[in-house]
């Protein structure tokens, strides 16, 4: 199933960039983000390393030339240590569940790049509606064909 929404995330994501021009955090990213629907923490973690990724990208903008593959490569970077940051960090101050921890290491700077380039609120809104909408679109793949 996890195959099957990826896919079905990025047929949503290329769509609903055709359609508005608004980018939903890049093409996989709805994907990723339908498959811990169920789990809405990690999203919300997620989102949280992008924005923490974005602010420190525009701190070190003031001081490094970033832009192109290099701002690219250091948003996912950031991303990815912002992620790393919670795996580590988490567990020792939270006694609760597990679960919370971001989305993959890639997605967070993916969304990042994307909220750097565009305004937030386009971003977001794109993300939420292309992740709901292929969350419910396997969804009823599952109800029909099985």
């Not at 929404?5 to 609903?16: C, D, M």
């Given at each position: 199933?996890?195959?099957?929404?990826?896919?079905?995330?990025?047929?949503?994501?290329?769509?609903?960039?055709?359609?508005?021009?608004?980018?939903?955090?890049?093409?996989?990213?709805?994907?990723?983000?339908?498959?811990?629907?169920?789990?809405?923490?990690?999203?919300?973690?997620?989102?949280?390393?992008?924005?923490?990724?974005?602010?420190?990208?525009?701190?070190?903008?003031?001081?490094?030339?970033?832009?192109?593959?290099?701002?690219?490569?250091v948003?996912?970077?950031?991303?990815?240590?912002?992620?790393?940051?919670?795996?580590?960090?988490?567990?020792?101050?939270?006694?609760g569940?597990?679960?919370?921890?971001?989305?993959?290491?890639?997605?967070?700077?993916?969304?990042?790049?994307?909220l750097?380039?565009?305004?937030?609120?386009?971003?977001?809104?794109?993300?939420?509606?292309?992740?709901?909408?292929?969350?419910?679109?396997?969804?009823?793949?599952?109800?029909?064909?099985?």
């Amino acid at each position: 199933m996890a195959l099957e929404t990826l896919l079905v995330g990025v047929v949503v994501a290329l769509a609903f960039i055709e359609i508005s021009g608004v980018w939903p955090g890049g093409i996989i990213v709805p994907g990723y983000l339908a498959l811990s629907l169920d789990r809405p923490e990690r999203a919300a973690w997620t989102l949280a390393a992008a924005f923490l990724a974005l602010g420190l990208y525009r701190l070190l903008g003031r001081y490094l030339l970033l832009f192109g593959r290099r701002r690219f490569a250091v948003m996912l970077l950031l991303g990815a240590a912002w992620a790393a940051a919670g795996v580590i960090l988490l567990p020792r101050l939270a006694s609760g569940p597990s679960d919370l921890r971001v989305v993959g290491w890639v997605i967070p700077g993916l969304i990042a790049n994307q909220l750097g380039r565009q305004k937030p609120l386009p971003t977001l809104a794109g993300l939420a509606t292309c992740t709901i909408a292929t969350h419910f679109i396997v969804q009823l793949g599952m109800v029909l064909f099985q």
